[in-house]
């Protein structure tokens, strides 16, 4: 189950991943984190509602808002660094962030068996292989860098909070909820200081009414993404959820190349390889 869930969530951030970054290509990046992330409020709320989440309220839930604190920090950081672009060197390099919730599993006395330890080195190696790492160029690819590495920190600080947040199905709603209401209150304060500051808010012809459905996916992608997430660091060891978790880099380079026609190089394919090679070593580990 625990790999079943992990690697849901990389099919889901990875998908998101390049559905944001496109869209930031148009749209302010705080613009797209607010907007996509309060329609995950308003269908989260229904489902707490639905559910009845709210009996789940409990002192576990300032991990989510914590999470919740961190995360649009962390998507900013991403989604400009993947407009910079191209999606298929930044978004490997914000695997990095897996450190964080591996080391918050070996901390809690997790050890991985010999074979999963091996497919942890393997899938690590795999997914920064894939984006073809490049660190010489003009300073918009340094700047990617910069951003896509606190990018990086924030995606695994959240992964470690929010598996924290809840330990039923109906508190991870409620979890969720307030991660996500957090989140827009958050982003919606730094886009009106942005804005206070004479940044735009919106591109030039106007709120991009067409793009609401892909605003819509990222948000309920990236939500449904954390719920998954959370589901198989409760029933399996954190330090391999975390990486099977991690493997979402792939699934944006894959996306970048059949979208947008982005060249995989060779070690681009060999990375893929690579991270295949180490989610079965996980999994039967």
Not at 197 to 206: E, F, K
Not at 229 to 236: C, D, E, R, T
């Amino acid at each position: 189950m625990t790999a079943l869930f992990a690697l849901a969530t990389s099919l889901l951030w990875g998908l998101a991943d390049f559905g944001g970054g496109l869209l930031t290509r148009r749209t302010p990046a705080l613009t797209v984190v607010v907007v996509s992330q309060s329609i995950a409020v308003v269908v989260l709320g229904a489902v707490v509602v639905a559910t009845g989440g709210w009996s789940e309220a409990g002192p576990q839930l300032w991990f989510a808002v914590a999470a919740g604190l961190v995360g649009p920090v962390a998507m900013l950081a991403f989604y400009k660094a993947l407009a910079l672009g191209p999606m298929g060197v930044v978004s490997p390099l914000g695997s990095i962030g897996v450190a964080v919730p591996v080391g918050v599993g070996l901390v809690l006395g997790e050890r991985p068996g010999l074979l999963q330890f091996v497919g942890i080195l393997v899938a690590v190696a795999g997914v920064c292989l894939a984006g073809g790492p490049q660190f010489r160029g003009a300073p918009v690819q340094r700047q990617a860098i910069a951003l896509t590495l606190l990018a990086a920190f924030g995606f695994g600080a959240v992964m470690a909070l929010i598996a924290e947040a809840s330990t039923t199905l109906t508190g991870l709603f409620l979890a969720l909820f307030v991660q996500r209401v957090t989140n827009v209150t958050a982003g919606g304060l730094a886009l009106l200081v942005s804005v206070r500051r004479g940044s735009p808010a919106l591109p030039a012809d106007g709120f991009p009414w067409r793009s609401l459905p892909a605003l819509a996916f990222v948000g309920l992608a990236d939500v449904a993404a954390n719920g998954t997430y959370s589901i198989a660091a409760q029933h399996g060891p954190v330090t391999v959820a975390a990486v099977l978790a991690s493997l979402y880099p792939v699934v944006t380079a894959v996306a970048a190349r059949g979208v947008l026609r982005e060249r995989l190089r060779a070690v681009q394919a060999a990375g893929a390889g690579l991270a295949l090679v180490g989610t079965v070593l996980l999994a039967s580990g």
